[in-house]
């Protein structure tokens, strides 16, 4: 998908985005691949939306958590945590 919008093949989607409900459905979707390793969520409840395609988001996130999970050892422990900034966040 991101060699198609690079070569202006397919454009992302822009909508309003829960990034702690994208995290989440990663990591319940990761969960079972862990392999021994524990992913901690570290989410406020009060983060404002973002604007970017959803889909796009998801994989960014399964990206970072793929890495994380290849880099560490058995019964290592990985750390997903997000804030909020003062300035608006987008993404294109």
Same mark, same amino acid.
């Given at each position: ?7 202006? *093949?397919?454009?992302? =989607?822009?909508? @309003?985005?829960? !990034?702690? !409900?994208? /995290?989440?459905? /990663?990591? #319940? =979707?990761? &969960? =079972? ?10 989410? %406020?409840?009060?983060? %404002?939306?973002?604007?970017? #395609?959803?889909?796009?988001?998801? *994989?960014? +996130?399964? *990206? /970072?958590?793929?890495? &994380?999970?290849?880099?560490? +050892? =058995?019964?290592?422990?990985? @750390? /997903?945590? !997000?804030?909020?900034? @003062?300035?608006?966040?987008?993404? @294109?």
């Amino acid at each position: 998908d991101l060699a198609r919008i690079e070569a202006h *093949q397919a454009s992302p =989607r822009v909508e @309003s985005c829960s !990034m702690a !409900m994208i /995290v989440e459905s /990663v990591a #319940d =979707r990761v &969960a =079972r691949y862990l392999g021994g390793r524990t992913l901690e969520l570290d989410i %406020p409840e009060d983060l %404002p939306p973002i604007f970017g #395609d959803r889909f796009l988001l998801e *994989q960014m +996130v399964i *990206q /970072v958590v793929d890495n &994380a999970w290849k880099s560490g +050892v =058995r019964n290592s422990f990985h @750390s /997903v945590a !997000m804030t909020s900034a @003062s300035a608006p966040f987008n993404t @294109s």
